[in-house]
């Protein structure tokens, strides 16, 4: 039984570069189908944490496990088949192609026909390209984005790309989704439309997610629990609020 497992649990995560220490012995744990933010000032290590978690970096020493399944030192495609999806900070969608033919790639990982069926134009494969465009407009749905589908996905106002950024991941039917400061750039409006669509997520696909994201009023309504690093080290761990008062947390973004 899964019982009792965390979704996701870091220990002792350390990432070293030539004479920088990114991430010192770094914990965490991210209960199931809940919100996990990952705070701190510029430099603090937030986007190593996620490249370890996706496989992009190694780990100098520690261990991911997802569930009790151990993910240290495998390669990214592996990590993403096993159900951890990513987005990036910055915005990395093919800006010509339709918002329908992006989220669709996100889908080529769950694809079975293989691409000689798909080249030959198999019912078989017609069918499960079928499948998989309707649950793409599913998805789409549910980020508020069915109408814009049809759209090349760079036309789109800077949110609405972000959110097809989000719902790309989806595509990928993951259990744990890491998001990289995903309302960076993002008007008031923007904002509190992403929150609400991460807040589904979670409360309605019962996804659990970390977060890394500047924005602390965003990370105040939607995080469960929050880690708050700085200079590579965690200095505080809890509830949203009880991290928000500590001391050592403000002296971090004071200095910052
Ligand atoms: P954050 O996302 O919290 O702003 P980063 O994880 O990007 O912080 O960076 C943490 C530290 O690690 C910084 O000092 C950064 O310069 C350094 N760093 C990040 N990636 C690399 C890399 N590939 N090579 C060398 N140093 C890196
Ligand atoms: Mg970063």
Redesign the pocket.
Known sequence: GSTGVPALTVRELT?R??G?T??DAVDFTVRPASVHAVI????????????VLSGV?RATSGSVRFGERELTGLPPHRIAALGVARTF?NLALPPRATVADSLLLGRHSLTRSGFVAAGLRLPSAIREEARHRERVREIAAFVGLERQLDQPAGSLPYGQQKLAELARALCMEPKLLLLDEPVAGMTADERRRTSAVIAGVRDSLGISIVL?EHDMGVVMRLADSVTV?DF?RRIADGAPTDVQNDPAVVRAYLGD
Do not use: D, H, I, R
């Open positions: 990432v570069f030539a920088l990114a991430l701190g000032p510029n430099g603090a290590g937030k986007s190593t944490c996620f490249n970096y900070q890394v690093l590579g």
